[in-house]
């Protein structure tokens, strides 16, 4: 069964910084691409980054050069690292496959306000 399980967010001002984790479990972690996404009160949800199996990433113009994904494929987990951070990053996080299983986990909210 999988079971994903994400971490780290909270409160910070404009300009900080947080740092996303996300365990994944119950699937071959390392076969997966591996995505973190996110959803703003009252839109759709995103896909904001995506590593590869092999490590390769990619990212929404929104965060290019702001957010950086990695892997830990031995602890089956999935770092978003955030700096820069913007008012308009607020949202729920989560972390899925690439593309998506139909199921997500519970999401870590982050909030960037004063």
């Known amino acids: 069964q999988v079971q994903l399980v994400e971490s780290g967010g909270g409160l910070v001002q404009p300009g900080g910084s947080l740092r996303l984790s996300c365990a994944a479990s119950?699937?071959?972690?390392?076969?997966?691409?591996m995505g973190w996404y996110r959803q703003a009160p009252g839109k759709q949800r995103e896909l904001v980054a995506r590593?590869?199996?092999?490590?390769?990433?990619i990212y929404a113009d929104s965060v290019k050069g702001r957010f950086t994904i990695s892997r830990d494929n031995a602890k089956n987990t999935v770092y978003l690292q955030m700096n820069s951070l913007k008012p308009e990053d607020t949202a729920v996080y989560y972390c899925n496959k690439f593309p998506s299983f139909e199921y997500w986990g519970q999401g870590t909210l982050v909030t960037v306000s004063e």
């Open positions: 590593i590869t199996s092999g490590g390769s990433t």
């Open positions: 119950g699937i071959i972690f390392s076969a997966y691409s």
